[in-house]
DNA sequence: TATTATTTTTAGATTAGCTTAAAATTATTG
DNA sequence: CAATAATTTTAAGCTAATCTAAAAATAATA
């Protein structure tokens, strides 16, 4: 039991993935942009989440979350994707409509409930965009993945993990048929734009674009 | 869509549960009671809900739906029931831990979402506490029941509803091992408190007083 | 029916979470 | 390294949803 606001937790969340990326600190900037706020909501929040232990916080220099603020934050993403997992795999959504809805269950306040849930879904270990979901304990089984973008040309690859907040990026995959777990090998990368030419599952040929394939993510065979 | 806040769907769903009892009609001091607020904050908040057209309030007289407050009151008990079902029949959670969670389930937003557990839980007609399940489009098969209360002596009849928003109302069923769809037949009650003797299905003789009784729905058979 | 009791509303305040505009700090660059 | 640009914070203010205390309206009763 937190008994935190939802918004607390969304900020708790969005500190705990932009700093995935960084070294743990982020900018007020970078969450303001995240959050769609002004910069000036997010100082005042940072202030009162500092004030409840839940971040550090450094003015003029960046935010971290503290040992708790990460743990609830951890909750909250293991929440977000056992709902994710529930949507698509049991009452059948497609993937680009469960990351909506889940942000609204993520702030289901029961802690019988997310481990009843887990227990259901047979202790799923990624969710429906290929996102480790966090045990009960905290654990996070990290994926060794790799971005696209930096993946070797004519070396076969796995589509592992995708960007699930966009809707319209899980719709153009859709569209194009690409899946986890297809097989991908770069075969071509156009030196202008970065655009690339892949092979999917050894037989289709197709496009895609740098701005793409930065929101995948492929390990090795 | 109705885009209200979880304050507002509560608000419409009382309304509507406390107007069954009365003409539809009810009393600022009861709404208070109910939401556990002050008179005076239900009285701000009927001012509001008056302005956006969902109640019609009268000063000093007493509040009651519009067409369109009853509509949202009724999706609100829906999405409600829908969920305790599937936290009881799914998730296997007793019926006296299913209230407080789904009073936070109801107010996730997403018709979809609804119309999808529905089908997933195979369309039931009634919940857990043997509450009528609205339908899509917030048709609701009213149970003919009587208050235990009411009964007849000596008559034979089923449980087939309980109040569902106390706990402790409920794992006292529990401990006496009284379920829904049970026989009940009162055989002797006492004048002074009202207290019964009932038996239950045909076999075990147990006491109830008048307040439980007055927490229980049974249809003759 | 006049007085008293109860219910309901109004008035004024508070808190969380947001905003914009201005001020302060830090980063960039000629 | 000083001027300028970008980022961040502070200041002031707003709305939804709550509160308490006082005033007003309605209901009960002697
Ligand atoms: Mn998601
Ligand atoms: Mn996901
Ligand atoms: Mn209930
Ligand atoms: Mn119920």
Redesign the interface.
């Given at each position: 039991m937190n008994n935190l606001s939802a918004v607390e937790e969304n900020y708790l969340k969005y500190i705990y993935q932009l700093g995935e990326t960084q070294n743990g600190i982020v900018k007020t900037n970078d969450l303001a942009y995240k959050l769609e706020h002004s910069a000036a909501s997010v100082t005042d929040m940072l202030k009162r989440l500092s004030d409840k232990k839940l971040v550090s916080y450094k003015k003029y220099y960046g935010v971290s979350l503290t040992k708790i603020g990460q743990q609830i934050a951890i909750q909250v993403m293991r929440k977000h994707r056992l709902w994710e997992t529930f949507?698509a795999k049991?009452?059948?959504?497609t993937w680009d409509?469960i990351h909506?809805?889940a942000e609204?269950?993520e702030h289901?306040?029961?802690d019988?409930?997310v481990d009843?849930?887990d227990e259901?879904l047979g202790y799923p270990k990624f969710d429906p965009h290929g996102d480790p979901i966090p045990d009960k304990h905290g654990n996070i089984l990290v994926p060794n993945v790799i971005c696209l973008t930096d993946a070797k040309l004519k070396k076969l690859y796995i589509l592992q993990n995708v960007n699930d907040d966009s809707a319209s990026f899980l719709k153009y995959l859709n569209k194009i048929q690409l899946q986890l777990n297809d097989k991908i090998k770069i075969i071509e990368k156009e030196e202008f734009d970065e655009t690339m030419l892949i092979i999917v599952n050894d037989k289709r040929q197709i496009t895609i674009s740098n701005d793409a394939a930065q929101n995948m993510f492929v390990k090795s065979v």
């Open positions: 949507l049991n009452l059948k959504f409509k909506e809805i609204q269950l289901i306040q029961s019988e409930l009843k849930m259901y």
